[in-house]
Every structure is written in C-alpha cells, then in structure tokens.
C-alpha cells in the first residue's frame, strides 16, 4: 500500500555543468536531502529550503525552487490543508511546527505609520545632538521624594527613588530562548553581544551554562513551569528573574524536549538525567490563582536579594485585566508575548489560531495599567514579532517600555525561517544540539551579528525620534498621538488609541 | 439662517493644537504693584511673534481688595452657559461678588464671549464633607465646569491673580481690559501664533490653574505621552495646548508631589543621561530617580516657560535651548522674555542682561511673601539673579532657607 | 523706573523714519518704527549714494542689512537689532553699540559685523563668507553649519564664552572663542557638544577643553606656529575693535578642534 500522497514542497535542482562534484552540500545539510554517488543526488522530500547547501556550495550551481504541483483549485480546501489531513491520517499525530505563526492575519504594525515634525517644531538630527534610549525596566515609585542634604541642595529620601531596574542602553532586548532548544553557542553568542549592548539576553527555561557567567551582569534567568536548572545559585546570578507563564506561539501549552537532545551539557545546565524527556507541564502547578503568582514572585524576591522579578505572558483575550493582576502581584515587569511570536516547537493548531496580536495587547495593557494608576509600578516588554526597528518605534509608541526579539535574533544568527527548530536537524546549527552542527556557528562571530543588528535598529530608532523631535525615548514611549493608521477599521483604531490618518 | 453652534469647551480640542509665539513676564522681587501697561509696552515690541489669533496676560496682586477670595474669570458663549455655571458655582461656593469685566471697545477685537469675574469662597461644610483640601476643591469645580458646561470656561481661577485673554494681538487684548488700571507684582504676557485656529477665547494664554499661569513659547512634541501621562492623576486635557500640558505638570509636580522648584524643572527639562553619568553617585541617583519616574514628564522638544503665582515667577527653557530666552535684572525687578527687545522697551539701563542656560530655571521670588513651592531653590551661582547684579536686597530674597 | 505708556499701546508704526542726510552719511530715527519701513529707508539711503547709514533707537527691528550688497556701505546701530541681521548679507560693514538677538548673519555670504556686546542663539548659521566679531558672549549653536566655498571663508570670533552646540556640523571657515570677557566666570569657556558633527573648518578656543565636551567628529590639538599665523589677523582685528591688548590675548595656547573625517556618517549606512 502506498504510504503517503505528500509531495515535496520544494525541488533541489543542481547545475550539473556547474556542479564541482565536490559534496559540500551532502556534508552541509542537517536534514540529509543529499546522497553522493558520482555527483549529489539530492532527495526532496527532506528538503526545508534552508539554503544551507545553497549557501555554502563553491560552484554557486543548487537552487531550491518551490514544488509548482497544481492542485484543483479550492480557497476553502487550500494545498496545506489537504497536505495536513493526510498527514494526520497516516500518522494520528498532532502537526509539530516551529517559529512564529504564518497565516496571513492582518499585521497591524504594517498599518501603522509614525509622525514628523514640519515647521512648528523642529526635527532633532539625532547624529549630532544627543538622541537617549537609556531605559529602565522594573517598578518605579509614583513620585520621587526628596529630603534636604542640608547645603542647598536635595538627595533622595531613605528609601526613595527607584528601586532596583535592569538598565537597557537601548529599549532592546533579547527574548527568552533555552538551552535545549537553541545551542550553548546561541547563548554564549547573545550573552557576548547583550553585554557588549549593555542590554539583556534571557536565558529561557533551560537553565544558565557555566559558560555564560562571565556575562550574568547581562543575564535574565528564567523560571517556567519544568524549573529546570533552577536553584538559589541561578536566581542570584542574572540581573533579573522571569517567570515564564506562557510565550506567543503556544498559549496555554507546555514545552518537550526530547530525551535525544538531552546531552551531558544540557543535563548539566538543566539538572535533569541524560537522554531523559524534559517536559514542562502548561501551568505552573505552584500557581493556580493570581494570589499563587504574587506568592512565587515574592519567593524568587526572597531567593535573590529582592532582584526584579517579571512575569511574561502570552497575549490572550483577556489580557489587560490578566496584566493588571500581573502587576499588582508585584512583577516588576510584564513581558507581553503575542501569537506570532516564535518558538522551538509547539503545535500547528495552536501556534496558528491562539492569542491575539501584540499591538493589540500593548495598547490595551498599557491602557489599563494607567487607567488603574499603576503603569510606574511595572515596566512593559513587548515581543511576538518585532521584525524591524520601525516595528519597535510603533510598540513603544502603543505604550511599550522595550521590546524582546527572538525570532529576529536567530535570523542574525542565520537562521532561514524554515519552521524545522523541533527536528533538531538545524544545519544553521542554530536549534540543534548535534556537535558536527552547533560547532558551524562561533559566537564571536555571531556575537558581531547580533551587535551590528542592535545598533543598526537603535540607530534607526534614533533617527526616527529626531524626525519626531524628541531627544528622548521616554518621550516616544505611549504617545500615541505620534501615531496614525492606515486602513485599520474604527473599532481597531479605537483599541489601539490611534487615530486614521487625516485626523 | 443657523445659530452658530454653541462650542463644548469639552470637545473643542480633540486635536493637537499647534503654535509658536513670544512671551514675557516681569517680577518685581520688593512687591512694589505696578500698571498692566508695562507688559503690554514689552509684548508689543514683540507683535510679530505672534498672528493676531490670540494674546493675553496674567497679573497677580491685582486684587487686593479681595486677598482670600477664589477670583474665577469666566467666559460664557450665551446666557444658558452663565445660568449653568453660576448654578453651579451657588452649589460649591459662597459668591461674595459676582460682576461684568470691565472692558472697553477696541477697534479689532470682535466676538468677545459674555465675560464675567466672581470671588468666590468655598462653603466651609461643603468643603469639610468633600474631604478635599480648597485648592482639590477649586480644581475639582474647574474641571467639571470646563468639561461639562458647553460654552462655559474658566479662564482663570487663583487668588489675588487673574487672566486676561482673547482672540486679538496682546496689545489689543490688553487694551480691550482696560490693564493700565490694574497694578500687579508679577504680570506675565503671551502673543499667539496657532497654526490652526479654533478662534476662540479660551484657547488663548496664559493657561491657569489656580494661581498657576502658564505662557508659552513651542511646540512640545511629547504632547502625546505628557497628556496621557497626566489623565492618570485625573487631569483633563482638554484644550489641546502644550501650555495647558506645562500648567498641569507643574501642578502635579509641585503640589501634590511635593517636589521642590529646582528638581521639578529637572523633570521637565532633565539632564542628559551623559551628565548624569558624571555626577557624584548621590545626585546621579537622584536624578535617575527623577528621570525614571518621571520620563513621561519630560517636556521633549523646543520650549520657553514662565510659570507665574503668587509669589514670584519661573522661567525655563528646553534642555537643549530650541526656543529663544532672555532674562535682565534692575534693581529688585527681573525681566523675562522671548527677545532683548522687549525687556529695553520696559526697563532702561538694566543691570544686567543675559542667557539663560538650557534647562535652568531663572526664578524671581517676592520678597515677604510665601514661597508657595515646596522646598526652597538650589542653583549656581550664576543662576541666582542676585549673582548677576550683587544686589545685596535680592540676595536675602533668594537665600530665605 | 519702569516706562509706563498711556492710551493705548502701539508697538511699532508702519510709518516712513525721519532721514537725515550730511555727506556720506544717512541718519534715521528708528524710534517705534516697523521693521519694513526702516529697511526701506535703509536701502533707499544707500540708494541714494550714502556710504554710512546710522540707525538710533532701534530696539528689536529685524532683518537690517538683509540682502544688501556692496563692499564700502556701513550701518551703525544704536539700540538692539532684532533677529536675522544681516541674514544673506553680501559685502557691508555693520556695528552695533550694544547686543545683538538671535540669528546675526544667518547665510551671509561678505561684509563685517562687529557686535559690541553679547549675540544670542545660532549666529552664523549657514555662513558662507565674510566675518562677526562678538565682544561678550554668544548663545547656543553658534557657528553652526558654517562653510567655506573656494575663496570664501567665514570667520567668526567671539570674544566671551559659547554655550552648548559651538561649530555643530560645521563644514568649513574658522570660528574663535576668546573667553576674555565673560558675564559669568564660573561657567565653562564652551559647553557641551562642540564640534558635534563637524565635518570640516577649524574652531580655535582660547584655553583647554574638557574632551567630555567635544564632538566625537573632531581632534584635538594644541594650536602650533602655523595656526597662531591663521589666527594673528583675526584677533588683532577682534582687539582692535573692542580694545583690548592683543599680546596678552595670544599669550595663552589656543585649542584646535578640526573634523578626523570629512565624511563623518560615510559607514553609517548598510552598504546595498
């Protein structure tokens, strides 16, 4: 019997007078598309268009083209549908993907634009007259209050001012990623480029490898529900604790690891056996209730000399008053992940039709937190797709203090957004843990990447401010009024505080 | 054949309003009153500054006769408006004179509102049951009137003090309300220059808050946040106007957050992160404080500020000087204003002239009177006006602890 | 002590000045008159053949010497100039008797400007040519976007301290700041960002600099023998003018700030 009707989605076509018969592609590819006998046969029913192959082949002669099988037309039965019944009728499994959510809803970003100043007043050039994106991330007081230093002048009163921040040079920082499901030069990459940044990289729930200490001063520690690699040493190292609730692509749902990816180094860093599944269950089952949460963040506060402790989320219907109740549990931060923010592995079904858009859920939150005269007390993250630094200019805009970037990170890194990060096949040796592949990336220089790509957005964050006429982050952050939409229906405009353009 | 809609002051704005404009205020520090004329002389000179679509002025002392009483300036667009906010104000308070402004015709000024003033106390038990100090109470009665009764705003509403504003250029305006015949110790002034124009009254400067007069001179393009920032405390923002913005963060900042002058002003003119990382670790953690908590307060973008109550004035400029000041002392009187020009226009042979700093406050303070800011003044030398002139008189004035 | 007007207050007439004329020279009563009306009496004096025209009781006028073109025409000032003097000026001689506002020699291009006292904000901006001497201080962004255009170079010498922004993107001609006489001595001979952005020209300061003020486009140097002969013409003409002694204002080192780069922004960008 025949035992399946999938057909490649993509077709590895080799230049055979170009081709140098060399095999880099058979040893380049994660996924093993290519057999050598006498020249590379490429197999494409493995094929994820990576580009690995294409990349690294010297004769420059492979190219990945989509499979243009026609199917009978139907907008109701489309080709990945179809594809998804067989598969799930010959396997009774559930679809696994990876990355963010591909469906093509309405990305609100793209229907935002950003404001300048004309005449009335004047656009800063931000190359040279100071242009700020220092930025504070933690609870803040509601006022300041001072006391006389007794020669004039004024000094915090004891026990005022801020309480402990995690202070970002730029409103940028890198999203929760384990070690697990990226590899240990992912990590030493983002700890590297995070500390030259003066920003933070998160080290996901799969613990803090030795490796990274160097660079704790630039560390968020995270504690989800699989406590993995979590004891008083990790919470006292990084600069601030997350408790991850939930994350973007998989609301509602917990994590697996497999057993095959569980190596001694990642046994270490997660204290867990070697080869073992390292599940993390969907809730946090010491947290059932929102006074649970408030429990635990005071407990992490207890553990590491009271450190700011934020809570992240993935965006959902109710996520203003779930925010709210975040905040006034005592997070320091609120960390909103919306549903195309991405991820190692989660299920298709999920990942494509759970949670709602980000800058939907920053408008709302940041909204709520003021209406209830509690924004000061917490700071808001934003990620699930930030693709770009105007991306970021409008999140902060909505009412974001800073964003997180995963996906984008790893695309620095090289990844190609082929949604195969569950197979741990990654020939980017970006989300594997295979030592012939995790070695292709050196995070000296993936270190640089990521460097680059943060300052190149914090550059154009800078120019936008100055287009805007401020010098100030702070000053961009929630003002809506920078902002206007384009093609956004009325009730859309009216969530997010914007008005349509013309207005 | 339509009745001009009645505006709703409520709505008038829903919009960012935009404008330039020229400004000035003048102090005398001994308390000696002087005519409203000398700053319609100095706001003339600077008659192209603004468009004709808006001037005005505050003066404080004016009303000695009635030092205690809450004097609300009204403007009124019909008679329904008036019997509303009188209702009103026989609700909250105890109306011990309630009179027309007295005006005069001026050729060009023309769609004058129904202007009235009344002095007004408020009623002890009322004010006992509401649990809000008079000044909340005040506060609480000007929002409502202003977002709730169309066609009635209050245009100023201190003690002692009052606004005289309009659609005109301020030499009409101040024509219009006969200032010769008012004498103040502090009188500050504004010339208009919206570039777009609901003409009406009230939107004209100074913007006040109880005895808070704010003139202005920029545009603030962090209006956004700083009005968002303010509906948090219960502010509404309903003009539109960075001025209105600017009157009610110093409220918030000096009032009811209790911050002292100096470090208010640093809040809304903050030092650059790159001073900050130069300074001794106890002012440096101060000022993060203030900068992290208050970042949503930053006025970001070119402005000029008098900030005038009873009791002296305070101007400020932007953190990075995009708007013109100029400040010149004589004797115990110190002159602010948006050009060199104006101040010679009112003050001969001054003793000294000068720049101020960006982001720091020049700051007159009448001597005998209470200090109505928390806290007292901290500045360099050379920001003390007394430094400029050694005037041993106003030295005392402004090292009062 | 302070003037008190009765009646209503005019500010300034749109009324024709009273023009006296002997010899050379044009006297006008500027006294409350609108700035169109005295520039026109201006130019109609030297339209007349007057070489030196001499304006009393300004105070506040804008736009004197806007536009007008000729090397041997002076304008004397009584009173304060109002802004943009001598904007996009082209040849003549101006003097004031006291400070000037903001915006002198907005994109001039020749002619003199000797300023006895204080100028405001953003002197020079734009300044292709010819030269401002300052007595006292100067304000904000002086000398900004300055440039030089083969035989064009501006030269601005300011005899006081300079706040925030002096040179900022300047591209070329010589800006000197002299620190001689100061309304305020505890403050810095410059202040912060100085040179930001420059790009070409040379900025000579009187003293040192702290670096923490200085743009991160420039180099700093110790003005040598060949920068002292750039600098001699100018401040003799600068002592001259204000009389002061010019041996002792040479006798301390000067700071050089000149631009590493020409191109200060050429990696900026992502190369396509």
């Known amino acids: 019997m025949l035992t399946s009707f999938i057909q490649p989605e993509f077709k590895v076509e080799i230049d055979r007078d170009k081709c140098i018969k060399c095999g880099r592609c058979v040893q380049q590819c994660g996924w093993g598309v290519y057999s050598f006998a006498e020249r590379p046969i490429p197999d494409d029913s493995k094929c994820r268009a990576c580009h690995r192959c294409v990349t690294y082949c010297p004769a420059h002669c492979i190219t990945i083209k989509r499979n ?4 009978r037309d139907s907008e109701n039965w489309s080709p990945a549908l179809r594809k998804a019944v067989w598969r799930q009728s010959e396997s009774g499994g559930v679809m696994l993907t990876s990355m963010g959510n591909d469906k093509p809803y309405q990305r609100i970003f793209d229907y935002l634009v950003l404001d300048a100043c004309q005449v009335t007043n004047p656009s800063i050039d931000p190359l040279r ?15 300041v209050e001072v006391e006389s230093d007794g020669e004039g002048g004024y000094r915090l009163a004891p026990g005022a001012g801020m309480e402990n921040n995690i202070e970002l040079a730029t409103p940028i920082m890198f999203g929760g990623m384990s070690y697990g499901s990226v590899s240990l030069n992912v990590h030493k990459s983002l700890a590297m480029a995070a500390s030259r940044l003066g920003i933070t990289m998160n080290t996901g729930e799969g613990g803090l490898h030795a490796d990274l200490y160097p660079y704790t001063d630039n560390v968020i520690v995270q504690c989800a529900s699989g406590r993995f690699g979590v004891d008083a040493d990790y919470l006292n190292r990084g600069v601030a604790i997350e408790i991850k609730v939930g994350q973007g692509a998989k609301p509602g749902i917990g994590g697996h690891l497999p057993g095959e990816k569980i190596n001694k180094e990642v046994s ?87 949670g709602i858009p980000i800058e939907i859920a920053i408008a709302v939150v940041d909204q709520r937190l003021r209406d209830e005269g509690i924004r000061n007390q917490a700071s808001i993250i934003a990620a699930g797709s930030i693709r770009s630094s105007a991306d970021m200019a409008k999140a902060i805009a909505l009412g974001a203090d800073a964003v997180a970037i995963g996906s984008a990170a790893l695309i620095a890194l090289g990844c190609h957004v082929c949604q195969s990060c569950h197979t741990g096949c990654c020939s980017w040796g970006i989300t594997t843990q295979k030592p012939e592949l995790t070695r292709r990336l050196d995070p000296e220089w993936g270190a640089e990447r990521l460097t680059n790509l943060v300052h190149a957005w914090s550059h154009e964050l800078q120019e936008i401010l100055g287009a805007l006429g401020v010098n100030a982050v702070e000053s961009l952050r929630g003002s809506r009024e920078r902002l206007r939409a384009i093609g956004l229906d009325a009730s859309t405009c009216e969530i997010l505080g914007v008005k349509p353009a013309g207005m | 054949m339509t009745t001009p809609m009645r505006p709703a002051y409520s709505q008038e704005s829903p919009f960012k309003i935009h404008g330039g404009c020229g400004l000035v205020g003048i102090c005398d520090e001994s308390g000696t009153r002087f005519s409203g004329s000398v700053a319609i002389e100095a706001m003339a000179v600077q008659h192209d500054r603004g468009n004709g679509l808006g001037g005005g002025f505050a003066g404080y002392g004016i009303y000695p006769e009635f030092p205690d009483h809450f004097a609300f300036h009204m403007m009124y667009h019909d008679l329904q408006a008036k019997e509303e906010a009188e209702k009103l104000f026989d609700e909250y308070f105890q109306v011990d004179l309630a009179e027309p402004m007295p005006t005069r015709p001026v050729k060009g000024i023309t769609d004058a509102p129904l202007l009235w003033r009344y002095f007004l106390q408020p009623y002890p038990a009322k004010l006992e049951l509401s649990e809000l100090t008079p000044e909340d109470y005040v506060v609480h009665v000007v929002m409502l009137i202003n977002s709730t009764i169309d066609g009635a705003f209050v245009a100023s509403s201190g003690k002692n003090m009052g606004a005289f504003k309009g659609v005109g250029y301020p030499e009409q305006i101040g024509h219009y309300f006969l200032l010769e015949e008012y004498e103040g110790h502090t009188w500050v002034g504004h010339n208009r220059f919206p570039t777009n124009t609901p003409g009406w009254w009230g939107g004209a400067h100074p913007f006040t808050l109880l005895d808070w007069s704010i003139v202005h001179n920029g545009e603030i393009s962090s209006y956004g946040i700083n009005s968002r920032y303010l509906e948090q405390f219960g502010y509404k923002c309903t003009l539109g106007t960075d001025t209105e913005v600017a009157a009610y963060l110093f409220d918030l900042l000096l009032r009811r957050h209790k911050l002292p002058l100096a470090l208010a002003c640093k809040a809304l003119a903050s030092p650059l992160w790159e001073e900050i990382d130069r300074m001794g670790p106890e002012e440096a953690a101060l000022m993060t404080s203030l900068r992290a908590v208050y970042g949503p307060a930053l006025l970001n973008g070119p402005f000029a500020i008098v900030l005038g109550f009873n009791g002296g004035m305070v101007a400020l400029n932007d953190r990075i000087k995009l708007r013109p000041l100029v400040a010149a002392r004589k004797g115990s009187v110190l002159c602010v204003a948006s050009e060199e020009s104006a101040i010679r226009q009112i003050i001969s042979a001054p003793d000294a002239v000068w720049a101020p700093k960006a982001g720091e406050p020049v700051i007159a303070r009448i001597k005998g009177m209470d200090w109505p800011i928390h806290g007292d003044l901290h500045l360099a030398p050379s920001e003390i006006s007394c430094a400029v002139t050694g005037v041993e008189a106003s030295c005392e004035i402004v090292e009062v602890a | 002590m302070m003037t008190t007007a009765t009646g209503p207050v ?128 100067v304000g904000y962004r002086v000398g900004i976007h300055m440039k030089a255009f083969e035989n064009l170079i501006p030269i601005i010498c300011c005899g006081g301290n300079a706040r925030a922004f002096f040179g900022e993107y300047m591209a070329g001609g010589v800006l000197v700041l002299l620190g001689r006489n100061v309304q305020f001595a505890d403050q810095p001979l410059v202040g912060p960002f100085c040179g930001s952005g420059m790009h070409g020209g040379v900025i000579y300061l009187r003293g040192e600099v702290n670096p923490q003020d200085v743009g991160k486009e420039c180099g700093i140097f110790t003005a040598d023998e060949q920068d002292i002969k750039v600098l001699r013409p100018i401040v003799e003409e600068w002592c001259a003018a204000f009389g002061d002694d010019f041996e002792d204002v040479l006798s301390q080192p000067f700071t050089k700030l000149v631009p590493v780069s020409h191109r200060p922004y050429g990696k900026l960008y992502a190369p396509m």
């Open chain 1, 68 to 71: 243009e099988l026609v199917f």
């Open chain 1, 129 to 143: 007259e100071p242009m700020e994106l220092k930025t504070f991330i933690g609870r803040k007081p509601d006022s």
């Open chain 1, 268 to 354: 270490t860093t997660r204290m867990i056996p070697q080869g073992t599944d390292a599940i993390s269950p969907a809730p946090h089952h010491d947290i059932y209730s929102i006074e649970d949460l408030r429990q635990l963040i005071y407990s992490l506060k207890e553990a590491s000399g009271y450190k700011p402790v934020g809570v992240k989320i993935a965006c959902v219907h109710n996520v203003a008053a779930i925010a709210s109740g975040v905040v006034r549990a005592g997070a320091d931060y609120v960390y909103l992940d919306g549903f195309k923010g991405g991820t190692g592995a989660a299920p298709q079904i999920i990942r494509d039709h759970v």
């Open chain 3, 10 to 137: 005019e500010g300034y007439v749109k009324v024709a000045p009273t023009v006296t004329r002997e010899g050379d020279t044009a006297t006008i009563d500027g006294h409350g008159v609108y700035y169109r009306q005295l520039n026109e009496a201006v130019r109609g004096a030297f339209a007349d053949g007057a070489k030196t025209v001499k304006l009393g009781n300004i105070n506040g006028q804008r736009y004197i010497g806007n536009g007008i073109t000729g090397k041997d025409l002076r304008i004397e000032i009584q009173g304060v100039p109002g802004g943009d003097m001598a904007m996009f000026m082209n040849g003549p001689t101006i003097v004031t008797d006291g400070s000037a506002q903001d915006g002198v020699a907005n994109t001039m291009n020749a002619g003199t400007i000797y300023i006895n006292g204080d100028a405001g904000d953003v002197l020079g901006y734009g300044m292709r040519g010819g030269r401002v001497f300052v007595r006292g201080d």
